[in-house]
């Protein structure tokens, strides 16, 4: 049994039982387009239960090492030849200074929940249920035993994908599309609650897209449940009321371990494109659009002249990346990708991950107040190496500057980056304006700029000196807009500040 987060805990169960279900069919009401109130759900567990199985695994576990005890040795006069004597006895005997002893290995046993989703034999877990496993063994409801071989996990997801080859009869269950669940909507979930066997439980979708701290992951988003679910139900399927699989039950929040009606499971539409990536590669091929992005607040709107908060900010190039090569540029807001709305930056990579690998696809930006539609072959992710951001070309200033200019709208002090500048700050050749002051309580101050940050852009324009800062801050007041966009490296690390101007 794993724990994501305190409170949180996934529900695999050790030496329990594990039982998940699926649907061949939807029964004739369904087909109608209209779902009856559940005066039972009698006959769709009876459809579902077939395809539901018990994943158990074992895992050899050695004791931890421990020294032997060491007799107390006798004194002997320091040169005594009986010293070096008695120190090779209690070597051969084994109580050296380096001679640990080694507890005996034991089989250590958990047991999960799985459900069949193609009758050649592959079956759905969760990750944290076989991870580690020297041996994975699938039960069908018969109790048949069946040797599973591992087709691909992912850890981000926490989903597996087993195999297990059998001349029985296999029910399998399709996935359902868990974007069209609303809150309410009644679901059922089966699994082995403390090991009790085979159990069907009922609730409705509680919340959508719930965030469980699940390690900053982008796949953070589940679908809440008060369905009951416990330890013991990890792998096992959540269904919709015609029987598709909706979600893949895989966390609780209880105090206490047991149920109190707070469940979480992976989205269907999440889980069905990683368990065809594990059938088809093996592992997981996550897109990659190779830009750094930040998601648009209010402030960078008002500046950048977009309408609403919308879309996520690209702060940065990677070089050679997917997104430099399709020619966007830092300072462009992406919108949508393929016609859906981009909402953050979170949401805007989760889309990029899930895109096929080197196929166009079809961005819509805000550039320079317009709309612009740019096709982007998306890359695949190297998860093992981090590609280098590209660093903004700025011209190099003169040896000496003209004094600091003080820019009483942003709380800033600015000077060209003189050679003494560069040592103190230890800024690169290509820094032209640098930050030497900011003042407490300043809007410059409200968004953590600090000396030593460098103005690469002001409205989205090169700063090759403060007179052209002054110069876009006066066009803005005249054009009474209330914030100024800013593109502020610091340490190599580039990033877009909006600020506040001050209209004083």
């Not at 059998?166 to 069209?180: N, P, Y």
């Not at 700025?394 to 500048?421: D, H, M, N, Y």
């Not at 600090?450 to 005249?478: F, Y």
């Amino acid at each position: 049994m794993s724990e994501t987060r305190t409170g949180l805990r996934g529900f695999g169960w050790r030496l329990g039982l594990f039982v998940a279900v699926s649907v061949i069919a939807a029964p004739a009401w369904a087909q109608s387009g209209t779902v009856p109130e559940p005066g039972s759900f009698g006959e769709l567990a009876a459809r579902l239960l077939p395809a539901v199985v018990n994943i158990s695994t074992s895992q050899t576990v050695k004791t931890e090492a421990k020294a032997k005890p060491k007799p107390d040795a006798p004194q002997f006069t320091p040169g005594s030849p009986f010293e070096e004597f008695f120190k090779d006895f209690m070597e051969r005997q084994g109580h050296g200074d380096d001679a640990p002893e080694e507890g005996p290995a034991h089989k250590s046993v958990s047991l999960g929940s799985g459900f069949v989703i193609d009758t050649a034999g592959l079956v759905v877990t969760n990750n944290h249920v076989i991870d580690g496993a020297d041996e994975i063994t699938v039960i069908l409801q018969d109790d048949t035993n069946i040797k599973a071989e591992l087709v691909g996990r992912d850890t981000k997801t926490d989903l597996a994908l087993l195999r297990i080859k059998t001349t029985h009869a296999l029910t399998a269950v399709k996935f359902g599309d868990s974007d069209k669940e609303r809150v309410g909507d009644w679901v059922l979930a089966v699994g082995n609650p403390f090991g009790l066997g085979g159990t069907v439980t009922a609730g409705i979708v509680s919340a959508r897209s719930r965030e469980i701290n699940n390690n900053d992951s982008i796949y953070d988003d589940f679908i809440q449940t008060d369905a009951p679910i416990n330890r013991g139900n990890s792998g096992g399927p959540l269904f919709n009321m015609t029987g598709e699989v909706i979600g893949i039950n895989t966390a609780i929040f209880s105090p206490s371990g047991g149920s109190i009606g707070i469940g979480f499971s992976i989205p269907s539409t999440l889980a069905s494109n990683i368990v065809g990536q594990l059938n088809t590669y093996g592992h997981v091929r996550r897109g990659w659009l190779g830009a750094k992005m930040e998601t648009v607040n209010d402030e960078m709107a008002q500046a950048l002249g977009v309408e609403k908060s919308r879309g996520v900010l690209i702060a940065g190039l990677f070089d050679k990346g997917p997104a430099e090569k399709a020619g966007l540029q830092p300072g462009d807001v992406l919108i949508n990708v393929e016609g859906k709305p981009v909402t953050d930056a979170r949401h805007l990579e989760r889309m990029v991950a899930d895109q096929p690998i080197d196929q166009p696809v079809k961005m819509t930006v805000w550039r320079k107040h317009q709309e612009k539609v740019v096709e982007v072959k998306i890359g695949q992710l190297d998860e093992t190496e981090a590609p280098k951001i590209q660093t903004a070309s700025i011209a190099k200033p003169e040896q000496k500057g003209p004094p600091p200019s003080q820019i009483k709208a942003l709380g800033l002090v600015l000077s060209e980056a003189t050679p003494a500048l560069r040592e103190k700050f230890q800024l690169g050749e290509s820094a032209s304006v640098v930050i030497t002051d900011v003042s407490k309580g300043s809007p410059a101050s409200d968004r953590d700029l600090k000396p030593g940050d460098v103005v690469v852009e002001i409205a989205q324009q090169e700063a090759k000196s403060p007179d052209d800062i002054l110069h876009r801050i006066d066009e803005a007041k005249k054009a009474g807009r209330k914030s100024i966009l800013l593109l502020v490296d610091r340490g190599g690390d580039l990033r877009f500040v909006a600020l506040r101007i001050d209209q004083g």
